[in-house]
C-alpha cells in the first residue's frame, strides 16, 4: 500500500505539525466533551434552509405566476414579456383554437386583432430571435391542446443552425415538459418567488393601486395584467416606424464592416434539413390541424442589401423558400400565403423600423390578406410569387444620397 | 482564416447547480467518511477519483491530459526530490519540467493567440482551432511551483496519490484558490481531517451559502447592467459607468463567491484552503489591492516569478523593471488577449507609481491620514475601474471608446432606468465597501485551521442561524438555468 509520510522538510513542516496538534485536540474535545451542540446547530440549520426553501415553492405553487398548474383565479393574472418562458404558462392556462407562431416580426401582433380578423380564438406564442428548433418545439407543445389552426409566420432565417432544445440556454425546455427538473426549476426559482410575493401583494385590494404603481420591468418580470398587451405597442408609445430608420439600417448592415453578417449562418443544406426535420415532420404528423404558413413582407431594402452586399446568401434564401414552397405543397393541411412581393406595403419605407420591422398597420393589413387569402400561393404555380420577388428586386435602385446620408449620419 | 475557439464545453459541472449541490456534493462527502473508516489512503484514492469524475463533466478527452500532466510533474518531481544528482542534471530536470508544463499552457492557451498575431503581420493565414480545457492555469501553476520547491530541495517526497489530489482536488480545480503543496498534502495526510465534524460541515455550510448566495444573488443580479457600457449599443456617460461600475462588482461577486464555495466546501472535508479574497475594493492603494485580491495568485507571483526576477534587491529602477514584467505575465495569465496584457501593464504602472510616491512622497501627518486614506481608497477604486474596462472589452479599441465615453459628461441619459441602475449599482458599493466579508463573518483562520470558533459548542444564536439558512435557501433559490463562473474561462 503507498503510504505518504509527513512530507515537510522546510520550516514550515514543524508548524504544520504543531497545528495538527492543536486541530486534533480541539476535534477531541467536540468528541468526547459537549460534543452534541455542533450537530444539533448542523441539524437545526438544515432544517432552517430546508423550511425556508418550501416557504418559498409553496408561495410560488400557490400564487403560480407562470399559470403553471392552473389559471389564475385567486391572484390576479400576471404575464411577462419573456416569451421564451411565458409561453410554458399561456399554452396551459389560455384558452385557444388557433396558435400564432413567428419571431419578433410578429410579436407585436394583438391577439383581439388576429380574432376579430380570422374569428378565432388565438393564442399568441411568436418569439423573438427564435429559430426552427424552438418554434417547432414550443408548437407541438402547444398542439397537444388539439388547436384546429396555426398560423405561422415563416422567415427563411430561423433555419439557420441554432442550439438542440435540450442545449438551448434560452428555452426552459422543462418547464413545457412538465418533468420533475422543469417543475423543480420553478417551484425553486427565488425569481419567482419574489414575483408570487409581489402578484400576492397586488392581489390585496388595499395594496393593489400602490403595488401596481411600482411595479416597473427594472425589478419584475411579470408587469403586464393583460394576456392582449404581451409584447404589443401601447397606444401612448410613439410608432418608431419611418424611411429614415429604414434606410439607416440598411446603410448600417451594408456597411463593409458589418456586411458578412448578411450571410452568417446561411448554408443551404443544413438550412432544408432544419426545415424538414423542424418544420415539414411536424405538419405532416398533424394532419387534422391547418397550418396556414406566410412569408412575411420584409421591405425591400432587405432585399436589396443581400443583392449588394451578400448575393450567396440571397440566392440559398431564393433557394430555400423555393424548396419549402414545393414540399410545403405536398401537404394538404397547409395554406401557404407570400407577402414578400406586395410592393404597396414593401416598397414603402415609411412601415418600417429597419429592413424587416414592420407596423401595427402592416399587420392588420396580414391579417387581412389572410382571411381573404388574397395572396395564397397557387399550388399550380408555387414560384410564380418567387419570380415576381426577383423581379423587383432586380429592378430596385436605392436613393444613394439618401443612404450616404444616413451613413455619414450614423 | 484564424480562428481561436476558448469555449469550455456544454457539460461543465457548476458549483452552482442543483446536481452538484443535491447529489454530487452529498454523495462525495459521505463516501468520503465512510471510506476514512478503512484506513488513510482509501478516502484520498475516493476523493481524487471524484475529483476526476468533476473535472470529466468539463470534458472528459481533457482528463488524460490532466493526467499526463500529473504523471509528467510526479515523475520529474520524483528526480529532483529522491536521485542524488549533480547540479546541473536538477536544473536540467527543472527545466524541462517547468519548461513542459510552460509548452502545454502555450499550445493549449496561447497558440491561437500567437497564430492570430502572426496572420496579423504577415498575412499568414494559419488557423489555430483549439478548446481551452478547463482549469488548465490554475493545474499547470500549482505544478510548477511544487517542481520549484522540489529544485530547491524544500519538498520530501509525496505519495502518488495525495500529490494527484493536490493537484485534481475539486473545490480549486476549476478557477482556484490556487493551492500550494506544503498547505495541502500535510492536510490531506492528516488523520484528524479523516473524521466527519459537525462544526465543520456546518461552518463549511455557511460559507458555502454565502458564496453562493454572492454568485447567484448578486454577480448574476447585477450581470444584465454590464451590457450597459459593454453591448453592442454606443452607451451614454451614465450608462458606460452604470457599465463598468456593474462590472467591477459583478466580477468580484463572481469571483469571491466561487473562491467562498470552494473554501465551504473543502471545510465539509476537514481541509482549510488559503483565503483568495480580503475585501478589496477597501483598499487605500494599489500595493494593499493586490494584496486582497486573488490572492493565491498574487503569492504565487511574488513567490515564482517577481522574487526570483530579483525583486526590489537590485535597486529601485530593476524593482519597477520587475513589477512591470510580473503584472504583464499576470495579465496573460488571465487569457490571450492584449486586453489583459493592457489591463496587467496598467496594473505594472500603477504599482510602479504607488511604490515611487511611497518614498518619495512625504508622509501625511496624524490628522491628515484619515484624509489621505480617503483620497487614497478613491484613487485606488477608480484605477481598479478603468483597468477592469480593459479586463472585460472584446478589443483595446472598445475599451478606449468606453474609457473616453467615461471621461466625457456631455452626453448624459440619466432616465428612469439608468436611476433605478444606478441606485441598484449603490447598494452594491454598500455590501463591497462596508459589510464584512466572509473570513470576518466566520473568524476563518486559515494559519491556524481555526473557524466559527464563537459558536463551536454552544447553542448557535437563533438569529445567525435563522439568517445564514436564509443566506444558503435564497442562493439555492437564486441559481438559474446555467450560470458559468467568469474565472472558468481562465
Known amino acids: ?410 | 482564416m484564424v480562428r481561436l475557439l476558448t469555449a469550455v464545453e456544454k457539460g461543465l459541472m457548476l458549483f452552482n447547480s442543483y446536481p452538484f449541490i443535491f447529489l454530487f456534493l452529498p454523495v462525495v462527502l459521505l463516501g468520503y467518511f465512510v471510506l476514512c473508516r478503512r484506513g488513510d489512503l482509501a478516502p484520498v484514492v475516493w476523493l481524487a477519483l471524484a475529483s476526476l469524475t468533476f473535472y470529466a463533466f468539463s470534458g472528459w478527452r481533457f482528463v488524460p491530459l490532466l493526467a499526463a500532466s500529473i504523471a509528467f510533474n510526479y515523475t520529474v518531481g520524483y528526480l529532483l526530490i529522491e536521485k542524488k544528482m549533480r547540479s546541473e542534471w536538477r536544473l536540467a530536470a527543472l527545466t524541462i519540467g517547468v519548461g513542459g508544463d510552460l509548452l502545454l499552457l502555450g499550445i493549449f492557451k496561447y497558440a491561437g493567440f500567437f497564430a492570430a498575431n502572426l496572420d496579423a503581420l504577415f498575412s499568414t493565414a494559419i488557423a489555430v482551432n483549439i478548446v481551452l480545457p478547463v482549469g488548465i492555469s490554475f493545474y499547470t501553476f500549482t505544478q510548477i511551483a511544487f517542481l520549484v520547491d522540489a529544485y530547491r530541495g524544500h519538498v520530501a517526497r509525496y505519495a502518488l496519490p495525495h500529490y494527484a489530489l493536490f493537484v485534481t482536488y475539486f473545490p480549486h480545480l476549476i478557477a482556484g484558490p490556487i493551492l500550494h503543496h506544503k498547505d495541502m498534502i500535510p492536510q490531506f495526510e492528516r488523520a484528524d481531517s479523516k473524521r466527519a465534524d459537525p462544526h465543520l460541515i456546518l461552518c463549511g455550510l455557511i460559507v458555502f451559502g454565502i458564496g453562493l448566495f454572492k454568485k447567484t444573488g448578486l454577480a448574476d443580479g447585477i450581470q444584465p447592467l454590464v451590457s450597459l457600457a459593454f453591448g453592442q449599443a454606443a452607451p451614454s456617460f451614465d450608462q458606460a459607468w452604470i457599465g463598468a461600475l456593474a462590472y467591477t462588482f459583478q466580477l468580484y461577486f463572481d469571483f469571491s463567491g466561487y473562491s467562498d464555495m470552494a473554501i465551504g466546501m473543502s471545510l465539509m472535508f476537514g481541509i482549510f484552503l488559503p483565503l483568495n479574497f480580503n475585501s478589496p475594493y477597501k483598499s487605500a492603494s494599489i500595493i494593499e489591492f493586490w494584496r486582497r485580491w486573488h490572492m493565491t495568485l498574487s503569492a504565487f507571483l511574488r513567490d515564482y516569478l517577481y522574487i526570483p526576477l530579483g525583486g526590489n534587491r537590485h535597486g529601485r529602477v530593476l524593482r519597477y523593471v520587475n513589477l512591470m514584467i510580473t503584472m504583464l505575465l499576470g495579465g496573460l495569465w488571465h487569457g490571450a488577449a492584449w486586453t489583459f496584457v493592457a489591463w496587467g501593464a496598467l496594473h505594472g504602472a500603477y504599482l510602479c507609481i504607488n511604490h515611487a510616491w511611497s518614498h518619495f512622497a512625504p508622509k501625511p501627518g496624524l490628522r491628515l491620514a484619515p484624509l489621505a486614506r480617503l483620497a487614497g481608497f478613491i484613487l485606488t477604486f477608480a484605477a481598479v475601474v478603468v483597468a477592469w474596462v480593459f479586463f472585460r472589452a472584446d478589443s483595446i479599441a472598445q475599451a478606449l471608446s468606453i474609457l473616453a465615453t467615461m471621461a466625457d459628461p456631455g452626453h448624459i441619459v440619466l432616465g428612469h432606468s439608468e436611476i433605478t441602475k444606478a441606485a441598484l449599482i449603490a447598494i452594491y458599493a454598500v455590501a463591497a465597501w462596508c459589510l464584512p466579508n466572509t473570513q470576518q463573518i466566520m473568524r476563518y483562520d486559515h494559519t491556524n485551521r481555526t473557524v466559527g470558533e464563537h459558536f463551536r459548542d454552544v447553542q448557535m444564536r437563533p438569529w445567525f442561524l435563522c439568517a445564514s439558512a436564509a443566506v444558503l435557501a435564497f442562493g439555492i433559490l437564486g441559481i438559474q438555468q446555467h450560470s458559468e463562473f467568469i474565472y472558468f474561462r481562465f
Not at chain 1, 416606424?241 to 446561411?266: C, K, M, Q, V, W
Not at chain 1, 424587416?356 to 410564380?384: F, M
Request: hydrophobic share 45%.
Open chain 1, 1 to 410: 500500500m503507498a503510504r505518504a509520510f509527513s512530507s515537510e522538510v522546510a520550516s514550515g513542516s514543524r508548524k504544520e505539525n504543531a497545528s495538527k496538534q492543536e486541530a486534533g485536540a480541539s476535534f477531541r474535545f467536540n468528541r468526547n466533551g459537549k460534543g452534541s451542540s455542533p450537530a444539533k446547530n448542523l441539524l437545526r440549520f438544515l432544517c432552517a434552509s430546508a423550511a425556508l426553501l418550501l416557504c418559498a415553492a409553496a408561495l410560488t405553487f400557490i400564487v403560480d405566476p407562470l399559470q403553471l398548474f392552473r389559471p389564475a383565479r385567486l391572484f390576479a393574472a400576471m404575464y411577462s414579456s419573456d416569451t421564451r418562458m411565458q409561453n410554458a404558462g399561456l399554452i396551459r392556462s389560455q384558452p385557444f383554437d388557433t396558435v400564432f407562431m413567428g419571431t419578433s416580426l410578429a410579436i407585436h401582433f394583438r391577439q383581439s386583432d388576429i380574432d376579430q380578423a380570422l374569428r378565432v380564438r388565438s393564442l399568441k406564442l411568436a418569439m423573438t430571435g427564435t429559430n426552427s428548433h424552438e418554434q417547432s418545439f414550443v408548437l407541438a407543445a402547444a398542439l397537444q391542446r388539439h388547436p384546429k389552426r396555426v398560423i405561422w409566420a415563416m422567415d427563411d432565417w430561423i433555419f439557420c443552425d441554432g442550439a438542440e432544445i435540450d442545449d438551448d440556454i434560452y428555452l426552459p425546455a422543462d418547464l413545457y415538459r412538465r418533468n420533475v427538473r422543469g417543475i423543480a426549476g420553478y417551484l425553486l426559482s427565488g425569481a419567482m418567488a419574489r414575483e408570487s410575493a409581489w402578484i400576492l401583494a397586488r392581489s390585496v385590494p388595499p395594496l393593489e393601486r400602490i403595488v401596481a404603481r411600482l411595479t416597473t420591468d427594472a425589478v419584475f418580470n411579470f408587469t403586464i395584467s393583460d394576456v392582449d398587451d404581451i409584447n404589443a405597442f401601447r397606444p401612448d408609445v410613439e410608432a418608431p416606424y419611418d424611411a429614415t430608420r429604414a434606410t439607416a439600417a440598411f446603410a448600417h448592415i451594408t456597411h463593409p464592416s458589418r456586411r458578412a453578417g448578411l450571410s452568417e449562418g446561411y448554408d443551404y443544406q443544413r438550412m432544408v434539413r432544419n426545415f424538414e426535420n423542424d418544420t415539414f415532420r411536424l405538419i405532416a404528423d398533424h394532419p387534422d390541424v391547418v397550418f396556414d404558413i406566410y412569408f412575411p413582407p420584409y421591405s425591400i431594402l432587405q432585399w436589396v442589401a443581400m443583392r449588394d452586399a451578400s448575393p450567396g446568401a440571397l440566392k440559398i434564401v431564393y433557394d430555400l423558400t423555393a424548396h419549402i414552397g414545393r414540399r410545403l405543397a405536398e401537404l394538404p393541411n397547409v395554406r401557404l400565403h407570400d407577402f414578400r412581393d406586395v410592393n404597396e406595403v414593401t416598397h414603402d419605407l415609411g412601415n418600417y423600423a429597419d429592413v424587416i420591422h414592420h407596423s401595427p398597420s402592416v399587420d392588420l393589413k396580414v391579417l387581412s390578406w389572410l382571411a381573404s387569402g388574397t395572396y395564397l400561393v397557387d399550388g399550380a404555380a408555387p414560384g410564380a410569387a418567387l419570380e415576381r420577388l426577383k423581379a423587383q428586386v432586380e429592378a430596385y435602385q436605392v436613393e444613394a444620397y439618401q443612404v450616404e446620408a444616413d451613413r455619414i449620419a450614423r
